[in-house]
Protein backbone atom coordinates (compact mmCIF):
# COMPACT_ATOMS: atom_id res chain seq x y z
CA UNK A 1 0.00 0.00 0.00
CA UNK A 2 1.55 3.27 -0.97
CA UNK A 3 2.84 5.22 1.95
CA UNK A 4 0.37 8.51 1.19
CA UNK A 5 -2.26 6.46 1.20
CA UNK A 6 -1.83 4.18 4.17
CA UNK A 7 -0.70 7.94 6.26
CA UNK A 8 -3.90 9.12 5.12
CA UNK A 9 -5.89 6.27 6.63
CA UNK A 10 -4.36 6.42 9.83
CA UNK A 11 -5.32 10.13 10.29
CA UNK A 12 -8.71 9.01 10.18
CA UNK A 13 -8.74 6.38 13.28
CA UNK A 14 -9.59 8.03 16.43
CA UNK A 15 -7.94 6.03 19.55
CA UNK A 16 -11.12 5.15 20.77
CA UNK A 17 -11.80 2.79 23.67
CA UNK A 18 -15.20 0.76 22.66
CA UNK A 19 -18.33 0.15 24.50
CA UNK A 20 -18.10 -3.58 24.12
CA UNK A 21 -20.52 -6.17 25.39
CA UNK A 22 -21.40 -10.24 24.64
CA UNK A 23 -24.92 -10.39 24.06
CA UNK A 24 -25.55 -14.18 23.18
CA UNK A 25 -23.65 -17.32 23.48
CA UNK A 26 -24.40 -20.98 21.83
CA UNK A 27 -23.53 -23.84 20.28
CA UNK A 28 -22.61 -24.05 16.60
CA UNK A 29 -22.44 -27.11 15.19
CA UNK A 30 -20.74 -26.81 11.80
CA UNK A 31 -19.36 -28.56 8.82
CA UNK A 32 -15.39 -28.25 10.15
CA UNK A 33 -16.46 -29.32 13.75
CA UNK A 34 -18.29 -27.45 17.07
CA UNK A 35 -18.33 -24.24 17.82
CA UNK A 36 -19.61 -21.76 20.27
CA UNK A 37 -21.22 -18.83 18.50
CA UNK A 38 -20.65 -15.10 20.08
CA UNK A 39 -22.49 -12.20 19.57
CA UNK A 40 -20.67 -9.66 20.57
CA UNK A 41 -21.60 -5.87 19.99
CA UNK A 42 -20.50 -2.10 20.68
CA UNK A 43 -22.14 1.40 20.84
CA UNK A 44 -23.13 1.55 17.44
CA UNK A 45 -24.81 -0.57 14.49
CA UNK A 46 -21.36 -0.92 12.33
CA UNK A 47 -19.55 -2.09 15.93
CA UNK A 48 -20.61 -6.25 16.18
CA UNK A 49 -19.41 -9.11 15.53
CA UNK A 50 -19.46 -12.75 15.22
CA UNK A 51 -17.20 -14.84 17.39
CA UNK A 52 -16.67 -18.74 16.57
CA UNK A 53 -14.86 -20.08 19.38
CA UNK A 54 -12.97 -23.25 19.46
CA UNK A 55 -11.37 -24.68 22.68
CA UNK A 56 -10.21 -23.30 25.69
CA UNK A 57 -9.12 -19.50 24.75
CA UNK A 58 -8.73 -17.54 27.50
CA UNK A 59 -5.70 -17.31 28.71
CA UNK A 60 -3.81 -18.91 25.95
CA UNK A 61 -2.81 -18.17 22.21
CA UNK A 62 -5.42 -19.31 19.94
CA UNK A 63 -5.25 -19.77 16.52
CA UNK A 64 -7.36 -16.63 15.34
CA UNK A 65 -8.74 -15.39 12.07
CA UNK A 66 -10.31 -11.91 11.51
CA UNK A 67 -12.33 -12.25 8.70
CA UNK A 68 -14.67 -9.08 7.15
CA UNK A 69 -17.61 -10.17 5.86
CA UNK A 70 -18.27 -10.56 1.93
CA UNK A 71 -21.42 -11.32 1.00
CA UNK A 72 -20.37 -12.16 -3.06
CA UNK A 73 -17.19 -14.20 -1.57
CA UNK A 74 -19.04 -15.72 1.82
CA UNK A 75 -22.54 -16.50 0.32
CA UNK A 76 -22.60 -15.85 -3.46
CA UNK A 77 -19.09 -17.70 -4.08
CA UNK A 78 -17.69 -15.22 -6.20
CA UNK A 79 -14.46 -16.27 -7.43
CA UNK A 80 -13.60 -12.51 -7.92
CA UNK A 81 -11.91 -12.88 -4.58
CA UNK A 82 -10.60 -15.41 -2.05
CA UNK A 83 -12.90 -14.32 0.80
CA UNK A 84 -14.69 -17.76 0.87
CA UNK A 85 -11.63 -19.66 0.28
CA UNK A 86 -9.62 -17.94 3.13
CA UNK A 87 -12.62 -18.19 5.36
CA UNK A 88 -13.25 -21.78 4.53
CA UNK A 89 -9.35 -22.89 5.26
CA UNK A 90 -9.60 -20.85 8.61
CA UNK A 91 -12.85 -22.73 9.56
CA UNK A 92 -10.78 -25.94 9.03
CA UNK A 93 -7.24 -24.88 10.49
CA UNK A 94 -8.90 -23.28 13.65
CA UNK A 95 -11.13 -26.71 14.47
CA UNK A 96 -8.32 -28.52 13.75
CA UNK A 97 -6.20 -26.67 16.53
CA UNK A 98 -6.11 -26.43 20.49
CA UNK A 99 -7.94 -23.18 20.74
CA UNK A 100 -9.21 -21.00 18.42
CA UNK A 101 -11.75 -18.10 16.79
CA UNK A 102 -12.73 -16.96 13.80
CA UNK A 103 -14.46 -13.10 14.29
CA UNK A 104 -16.25 -12.07 11.52
CA UNK A 105 -16.51 -8.74 10.61
CA UNK A 106 -19.41 -6.19 9.11
CA UNK A 107 -16.43 -4.58 7.06
CA UNK A 108 -18.16 -5.18 3.86
CA UNK A 109 -15.43 -4.47 0.19
CA UNK A 110 -12.50 -3.67 3.10
CA UNK A 111 -14.88 -1.17 5.04
CA UNK A 112 -16.62 0.63 2.51
CA UNK A 113 -19.61 -1.36 2.74
CA UNK A 114 -21.80 -3.48 -0.11
CA UNK A 115 -23.48 -0.88 -2.18
CA UNK A 116 -20.04 1.07 -2.69
CA UNK A 117 -18.13 -2.85 -3.44
CA UNK A 118 -20.41 -2.80 -6.20
CA UNK A 119 -19.09 0.31 -7.63
CA UNK A 120 -16.00 -0.43 -7.33
CA UNK A 121 -16.73 -4.33 -9.20
CA UNK A 122 -18.25 -2.01 -12.10
CA UNK A 123 -15.32 -0.23 -12.13
CA UNK A 124 -12.83 -2.98 -12.11
CA UNK A 125 -15.00 -4.34 -15.23
CA UNK A 126 -13.76 -1.56 -17.04
CA UNK A 127 -10.23 -1.73 -16.45
CA UNK A 128 -9.27 -0.54 -12.70
CA UNK A 129 -7.80 -2.61 -10.31
CA UNK A 130 -9.45 -2.71 -6.87
CA UNK A 131 -6.98 -0.24 -5.02
CA UNK A 132 -7.65 2.35 -8.26
CA UNK A 133 -11.53 1.61 -8.21
CA UNK A 134 -11.71 2.18 -4.33
CA UNK A 135 -9.38 5.54 -5.06
CA UNK A 136 -11.78 6.34 -7.95
CA UNK A 137 -14.74 6.02 -5.42
CA UNK A 138 -13.02 8.58 -2.49
CA UNK A 139 -11.92 5.70 -0.39
CA UNK A 140 -8.69 4.62 0.50
CA UNK A 141 -7.88 1.49 -0.66
CA UNK A 142 -8.44 -0.52 3.06
CA UNK A 143 -10.62 1.61 4.86
CA UNK A 144 -10.83 -1.07 7.62
CA UNK A 145 -10.31 -0.35 11.32
CA UNK A 146 -9.25 -2.95 13.91
CA UNK A 147 -9.66 -1.01 17.45
CA UNK A 148 -12.97 -3.05 17.85
CA UNK A 149 -11.62 -6.28 16.47
CA UNK A 150 -9.07 -6.11 19.42
CA UNK A 151 -11.63 -4.77 21.86
CA UNK A 152 -13.88 -8.24 21.11
CA UNK A 153 -10.30 -10.34 21.80
CA UNK A 154 -9.81 -8.95 24.77
CA UNK A 155 -13.80 -9.32 25.68
CA UNK A 156 -13.12 -13.02 25.08
CA UNK A 157 -10.19 -13.00 27.30
CA UNK A 158 -7.30 -12.93 24.77
CA UNK A 159 -4.25 -10.91 24.58
CA UNK A 160 -1.74 -13.06 22.44
CA UNK A 161 -3.16 -14.56 19.46
CA UNK A 162 -1.57 -17.21 16.63
CA UNK A 163 -3.06 -14.57 13.70
CA UNK A 164 -3.99 -16.44 10.61
CA UNK A 165 -3.86 -13.41 7.97
CA UNK A 166 -1.73 -12.49 5.12
CA UNK A 167 -2.19 -8.47 5.78
CA UNK A 168 0.23 -6.16 7.44
CA UNK A 169 -1.88 -3.52 8.45
CA UNK A 170 -4.26 -6.22 10.27
CA UNK A 171 -0.91 -7.27 12.29
CA UNK A 172 0.19 -3.89 13.13
CA UNK A 173 -3.53 -2.26 14.33
CA UNK A 174 -4.15 -5.63 16.35
CA UNK A 175 -0.98 -4.92 18.16
CA UNK A 176 -1.15 -1.11 18.15
CA UNK A 177 -4.52 -1.98 20.41
CA UNK A 178 -3.14 -4.41 22.71
CA UNK A 179 -3.13 -7.38 20.96
CA UNK A 180 0.05 -9.45 21.29
CA UNK A 181 0.43 -11.42 17.16
CA UNK A 182 2.97 -14.09 18.25
CA UNK A 183 3.27 -15.62 15.24
CA UNK A 184 1.64 -15.01 11.87
CA UNK A 185 0.03 -17.69 9.60
CA UNK A 186 -0.26 -17.51 6.07
CA UNK A 187 -3.88 -17.37 5.08
CA UNK A 188 -3.37 -18.55 1.22
CA UNK A 189 -5.84 -21.34 0.01
CA UNK A 190 -5.93 -22.83 -3.52
CA UNK A 191 -7.04 -19.72 -5.64
CA UNK A 192 -9.22 -19.70 -8.94
CA UNK A 193 -7.55 -18.00 -12.10
CA UNK A 194 -10.24 -15.56 -12.21
CA UNK A 195 -9.25 -13.97 -8.45
CA UNK A 196 -5.26 -13.97 -9.40
CA UNK A 197 -4.98 -9.98 -10.84
CA UNK A 198 -6.93 -9.19 -7.77
CA UNK A 199 -4.49 -11.07 -5.39
CA UNK A 200 -1.26 -9.72 -6.90
CA UNK A 201 -3.09 -6.26 -6.50
CA UNK A 202 -2.99 -6.51 -2.68
CA UNK A 203 0.32 -7.98 -2.91
CA UNK A 204 1.99 -5.60 -5.18
CA UNK A 205 0.16 -1.75 -4.15
CA UNK A 206 -1.42 -3.28 -0.53
CA UNK A 207 2.01 -5.46 0.92
CA UNK A 208 0.05 -8.34 1.55
CA UNK A 209 2.31 -11.16 2.65
CA UNK A 210 1.92 -13.09 -0.89
CA UNK A 211 4.39 -15.30 -3.22
CA UNK A 212 3.99 -13.81 -6.55
CA UNK A 213 1.36 -15.20 -8.07
Known amino acids: MPRK ?22 KLPTSFGPFEIVG ?34 DVLSSQRCDCR ?13 PSGILLYLPQEGRGIGLMNKLRAYELQDGGMDTVEANEELGFAADSRDYAFSAAALKLLGVRRVRLLSNN ?26 VSRAYLETKRAKMGHFLDRL
Open 5 to 26: TRSRVRSRRKKVKPHIRIVARA
Open 40 to 73: IEGSNDRENAVALVHGRIRGGTPLVRVHSQCLTG
Open 85 to 97: AQLELSLRRIAGS
Open 168 to 193: PDKVQQLEGAGIRVVERVPCRPRTSR
